[in-house]
């Protein structure tokens, strides 16, 4: 890459974006389509073929030979199919490059072939992507060429959405009708549309490839399934936002640029916790945007690494004993012309429409605690949620010192009279200059923590697609929004029913706010006098999709369809069934094919040097290969018992239903089995000769790059 990088000219060069539209398209056409994003207007066959036009001439330019639509179905990760613009030969042997509004609107993957839960069967395969135009459309370079790609929709020939994007821009739409409905009552008469806007940073590892590619573990699962934690750790700290190894500064280089080319908004990047662990993190846009952009920059993360000689990984653990990575959902709502109904302002207490905004968040949130849980929840999350900088499965709600004094006056005396400020801060140096310091601190064990003017949900993993998780915050918030509308539309006076409705909140749902340690024992015990539900893994939050109160929920505002959740709870318990069985088979194929061939080498080496040493004279001691034999024995002997055990519970795997049944299996019997296996294989570890270890330790792995 050339040293100097221009970023203004560099920045969404790529991307077919608003200023891009408004040099090629006709005025008429632009102002139609620039209708259709920002109002939902139909758009017109007609003016699609304009757009399409100029779109592939566009994409052309820039190198393009293919388009494809691309969606983000069911899988965890986005999908695509490749359609050169060449049409059929003409009489003279030529081609003609075309793109027609038809195939920029709609395309035709296979629905059957992708997770559907029972919605399409092998022989019903039609599905349909839809272009979603509020997405920009990009061109991507990679080793295949220029390829344009149209974000897109994805549902099935019934109608059904079989992706993440359908049901996010569903809750949008409800989130924003409802959120505008609420700010016309207190006043607001300039603001137009409400958006739900996100940050999400994405916390990554980065490894060298010579060492993942000597472990089975991270090839077919993504995480390490043996390994003994190193004499360093994390435990000094010295890692996080240290200075960037120039291996690791050239790699972000080249990630920050592939990004900015396509309109990612990479911004902030430093090193975390673990060793080899990093942080990238873009600036705020609207959530489909952000989805989008989050799906792109996993993607630019893997591949540029693979660039460098690195591996990238975004499992939630890759390493036990370690900082896992998560995706801190940043989440606010924002009108059309600028105001963050999340802004607490200076005077928080006598902001009337920022406290009944957030004392309905706080009800959304406690109401529907269990479909938050369940938002995060995938197999990675299991072992990451709980310490290390992640949250715990209760959810909460941290406020800070400030609004929650607010909060205190509210349900003790019925109103707020003051707001604690922020104190200078006195560093006690003479050049060093004094500083306000905000109201409140930080908690860093919060799942749902209010930040400024924002609220962090922690608790997503780094893997997964930030749409899930959003699509609850949106339809929960919708709810909260839709009935204190109803209550104060009623009411005879709207600023005493507004001060009503901010203290019955409050009042009401008080117990999901929590400032503490969200590790300490004694939380997990407050947490269950309160009646907040705790769900320690991925098949104990599934449920919470199909319950009544959520079909009702996601019913009402045209979000999913009972049909819908259902499916989606199914392909949940599936995949997590085939994630774990993945696992176990891992584990027993480490263990039989190199771990048990390497001990046994190392204890016939130390058996032949007891001989070779007895031979010499029956005076020389050996007790120390003699003690070494003993303990390495014993613990191989355990390793094969264990490995036999997990090899029966894996066959038992089939004879269970798919679905629920097969998946609380997995959990309660084949985890159990794959941790009690990788007990005494950590342990050898530590007692085998290092060159006969048959893989990289974690001390290799972390601290390589």
Known sequence: MDDYINVVETFGCDVFNDAVMQARLPKKVYQELHRTIEEGKELSLEIADVVAHEMKEWAIEKGATHFSHWFQPLTGVTAEKHDAFISAPMENGRVLMTFSGKELIKGEPDASSFPSGGLRATFEARGYTTWDCTSPAFVRHDAAGGTLCIPTAFCSYTGEALDQKTPLLRSMQAVGEQALRLIRLLGNTTSNRVIPSVGAEQEYFLIDRKHYDQRKDLIYTGRTLFGAMPPKGQEMDDHYLGTIRQRVSAYMREVNVECWKLGVTAKTQH????????????????????????????????????????????????????????KHNNWSLTTDDGINLLDPGKSPHDNLQFLLVLTCILKAVDEHADLLRESAANVGNDARLGGNEAPPTVISVFLGEQLTDVLDQLINTGTA????????????????????????????????????????????????????????????AAEAFAEACGRIEVADDVETAVHALIKEYAVAHQRIVFNGNGYAPEWAVEAARRGLPNLPSMVDAIPALTTEKSIALFERFHVFTRTELESRAEIKYEIYSKAINIEAKTMIDIATKQIIPAVVKYTTILADSIRSVRAVSEEIDVSVQTELLTATSELLKQTRTRMKELFDVVSEVGSYPEGQERAVFCRMRLVPAMERLRKPVDELELLVDKEMWPMPSYGDIIFEV
């Open 271 to 326: 090193n975390e916790v673990a060793p080899g662990q990093h942080e990238l993190a873009p600036i705020y846009e609207p959530v489909n945007l952000a989805a989008d952009h989050n799906q792109l920059m996993m993607r630019i993360l893997k591949k540029v690494a693979s660039r460098h000689g690195m591996r990238c990984l975004l499992h939630e653990k890759p390493f036990a004993g370690l900082n896992g990575s998560g």
């Open 417 to 476: 009279t003051y707001s604690k400020e922020g104190k200078m801060l006195e560093t006690g140096v003479r050049t060093l200059p004094d500083f306000m310091k905000d109201a409140t601190d930080r908690n860093r064990t919060s799942p749902f923590a209010f930040t400024g003017n924002k609220f962090e949900f922690r608790m997503v993993g780094s893997r997964d697609s930030i749409s899930a998780c959003n699509v609850v915050l949106n339809t929960i």
